[in-house]
C-alpha cells in the first residue's frame, strides 16, 4: 500500500524483523481477529510495526550513508587511485560478489580491479566467503556493510 500510495520509491519495506521479534503477540493478536473479530487492535499492532520497522530502517539507511562516507577516505587512502569511488561504489551495490564479477563489469581496468580485491583483502576490509576453485572465481564479501544491514 505504501508503495502502491507512492509514500516509498520502492516495495522494499518489510515488517517482518518487527513481526519476529513480536511473534507472541503478533499470534495472539491474529488470534483475536479470528476468534472475536477485533480489527482494532490487529490495526493498532500493525501500525506500531510500520512505525517501529520505519524508524529501524531510518537508522540502518544512516549508518549505511556514513559508512560509505568513510569508506571514501579509507578506499582512497588505500587504493591510492582515480578508481578508489568506483570500486567503493561497486563494493556498496554488491556486498558479496565474485572476483570475476568485479573485474569485469566494476567499469575498472581488470589489472587494477585485481589489484584492489587484493589491497581490500589485505586492509580486512573485504573478506573471503568461498575460495576460487577449477573456474569458479572465489567470493567476498564487504562486510561492514552487511553489518549494518543484518541488524
Sequence with gaps: MLWADGTISAP??????????????????????????????????????IEQQAIRNLLISENI?????????????????KWS???LDFVFTNPVFRNNKFTSTAGIPAASAARYTRILLDKEIIVTVEGSSGN??????FEPLLQLVRV
Design 12 to 49: 522494499h519495506f518489510y515488517v517482518s524483523g518487527y513481526l519476529e521479534e513480536n511473534k507472541d503477540l503478533y499470534i495472539d493478536t491474529m488470534r483475536n481477529v479470528s476468534k472475536y473479530g477485533d480489527w482494532e487492535n490487529w490495526c493498532i499492532f500493525f501500525l506500531k510495526a
Design 65 to 81: 550513508h556514513e559508512l560509505y562516507e568513510d569508506m571514501k577516505n579509507i578506499f582512497a587512502d588505500v587504493l591510492s587511485s
Design 85 to 87: 569511488v568506483t570500486a
Design 136 to 141: 569458479r572465481s572465489a567470493l567476498y564479501s
